[in-house]
């Protein structure tokens, strides 16, 4: 460098290069941290998923009750009694089923013990199924009828088999007893502390999407409420409306069967796997018609729910097109599991408005 150089003057500084190095390092630290606490959080991030959406579902409910009962002291006991309230709701209807499982459980163990000593009768109806009807009555009074095949077919359910299963299934009902403890906590938190939530994240949206924000974030709030309706509250219906068929028809336990088409109700197209096995044991002991008519009054039950009632609540919420939450429900499901039915639309009613704004001829 010569000596003349030291007396030239700096050159000029771009105003756009300002701060922008300082900025983007920020942003990378603040980018990392957030991956970060997802991977350190990714084994409770359903539970904290079920608590949200739990809580936006019961959120009017809370908020109504919370205006006529004034607050006292910390304001614990009315988010612990919505939280405790919910908790027993899924609880007893499990303990319900589980006292019924052992009581079938039991029946089962007495039924095999009999096929190994008389074998089992051969069904009447299972000479007349079409086309395979004779290959199916020979393999059962083969294996079936006999004690002897009876006790070996039995015998192939390798004991060591069953007490692994066992000690897995619960394993698995431990973790998930923790997760839904863990559920019910932090839903009391989200009660106890909602509205000043609710307030961080709708400042948080509008500084990330700008005007259209706060929008976006009311509507996957809308469209979570759709949801619940939609599936949950018709799903029950449904359940509801088939339990009483079922006893009707002289569907055995149909209570129990009437609970598990109300769950299988909430997921699009799966009630009808349910009642028609419903319908197939009808017809194996024999009531035809009874079997019909529990097949044909549910197929009648699931179209108008299909096609009257969860668009009219789901996209009403949402102003989506059906179509649109059938996407959302069907690749939430596939993608997510049983969050999907929630997350599934709620992700769909924010694209479709984003994309609202992003092509309105006036920007807003």
């Known amino acids: 460098m010569s000596p003349d150089s030291a007396d030239l003057p700096a050159p000029p500084r771009h105003p756009s290069l300002v701060g922008r190095g300082p900025r983007a390092a920020r942003v990378a630290v603040a980018l990392g941290l957030v991956l970060l606490g997802l991977w350190t959080l990714h084994g409770f991030l359903p539970a904290l998923a079920w608590a949200v959406i739990l809580a936006i579902a019961m959120w009017p409910l809370y908020r109504r009750v919370r205006r006529r009962i004034p607050v006292h002291g910390h304001g614990i006991l009315l988010p612990a009694l919505f939280a405790t309230a919910i908790a027993l709701l899924f609880l007893l209807p499990l303990g ?11 029946a089962l163990l007495h039924w ?3 096929a190994e000593r008389n074998g089992l009768p051969l069904p009447e109806w299972l000479a007349t199924l079409p086309f395979f009807g004779a290959q199916a009555t020979a393999w059962w009074q083969e294996n079936l009828a006999d004690p002897g095949g009876a006790k070996e077919v039995l015998a192939r359910l390798n004991n060591a088999e069953l007490i692994d299963a066992g000690r897995q299934l619960g394993a698995n009902l431990a973790h998930r007893a923790v997760l839904f403890g863990f559920t019910i906590l932090t839903l009391f938190f989200l009660f106890r502390d909602g509205e000043a939530l609710v307030a961080q994240a709708l400042r948080a949206s509008a500084r990330l999407l700008g005007p259209a924000g706060e929008r976006v974030a009311r509507q996957m709030v809308a469209s979570v409420h759709g949801t619940v309706d939609g599936l949950v509250l018709v799903g029950l219906a449904e359940g509801l409306l088939l339990g009483i068929a079922y006893a009707v028809a002289g569907v055995p336990h149909p209570t129990l069967l009437g609970a598990v088409t109300a769950l299988a109700a909430m997921i699009p197209f799966a009630a009808p796997l349910v009642f028609g096995i419903a319908a197939l044991v009808q017809v194996a002991q024999g009531a035809v ?10 197929l009648l039950v699931v179209f108008v729910a299909d096609h009257v009632f969860r668009p009219a609540l789901i996209g009403g919420a949402t102003r989506l097109p059906f179509l649109l939450v059938l996407l959302g429900i069907l690749g939430g499901v596939e993608t997510w599991g049983l969050l999907g039915l929630f997350l599934g639309p709620a992700i769909m009613a924010a694209l479709a408005l984003l994309w609202q704004e992003w092509t309105s001829e006036q920007p807003t």
Request: cysteine-free; glycine content about 16%.
């Open 96 to 106: 319900l089923l589980a006292i019924q499982a052992a009581r079938e459980a039991g």
């Open 112 to 114: 095999a013990a009999e």
């Open 289 to 298: 018609t009874a079997g019909a008519a529990v097949f044909g009054f549910g």
